[in-house]
């Protein structure tokens, strides 16, 4: 089951399946799809603040006693919405077990928020599950190729604190304040002129496949769309005292 509220500038979202660690199951994707075409759609939603219920788990990925209800093939992705691009920000608020699937999930978010007991791993490479919710193409990009080779070949499980070492994490919090921080970090993104803020996300995660010079032209292009609102910033901000 998915919850879906909003809070404030955030559009919360969880994943409600303590009892089986938050895995998704076919249903849960179709349920994850809805609940990101809800946000995409909400002009008052600045950010989507993806979490677990409860603190043992965020998500362990698909459900391997349910896989045959999951599509392969579904153009939003396996677990919902990981083929996807969202259009404003996205954070993960991860508490416990953040494997496999669930951690594609969690790469699928620009920031991840995660408590002191949180654990990550590509814990699908025992049982011959291959990854195809974007691991092999977005932990290389936040981690580097090395290390996410390491955790791809192996599949080892890392706790927060070699995670935030790595760069997989944005920051560790106490247990329980998980969901807390990542909603004041939605605020504190959605205080910004959010037009700008969206259009900057984008030429950076659109420019990362181009060269240096396809990638300045497509922040040309993109900021040359925000100049009204950069005129009217530096109006306010020359008028400071």
């Not at 969690?106 to 490479?125: M, P, Q």
Request: charged share 25%.
């Amino acid at each position: 089951m998915i919850q879906y509220e909003r809070r404030e500038s955030a559009a919360l979202i969880t994943i409600d399946r303590p009892e089986r660690h938050n895995a998704v199951d076919g249903d849960t994707a179709r349920q994850l799809l809805e609940a990101f075409n809800r946000f995409s759609t909400d002009d008052d939603a600045a950010v989507l603040v993806l979490t677990g219920a409860g603190e043992k788990a965020f998500c362990a990925g698909a459900d391997l006693k349910a896989i045959e209800t999951l599509d392969p093939d579904a153009p939003g992705g396996p677990l919902g919405f990981t083929r996807l691009f969202s259009p404003k920000p996205t954070i993960a608020a991860i508490s416990g077990h953040c494997l496999a699937g669930g951690l594609e999930l969690a790469l699928w978010c620009d920031l991840r928020v995660a408590t002191t007991n949180a654990s990550f791993g590509c814990a699908e490479r025992r049982w011959g599950v291959p990854l195809i919710d974007g691991g092999t193409q977005r932990l290389p990009r936040v981690i580097g190729t090395g290390r996410a080779l390491d955790l791809i070949l192996t599949g080892r499980t890392i706790q927060a604190p070699e995670a935030k070492s790595m760069g997989l994490i944005t920051e560790i919090v106490g247990p329980g304040a998980h969901v807390i921080r990542a909603l004041q970090l939605a605020e504190e993104i959605a205080a910004h002129p959010r037009a700008t803020t969206n259009s900057d996300r984008r030429a950076l995660l659109e420019g990362e496949t181009l060269t240096i010079d396809e990638g300045l032209a497509l922040e040309a292009r993109l900021g040359r769309a925000q100049l009204t609102t950069a005129q009217e910033g530096a109006r306010q901000f020359a008028q400071r005292k």
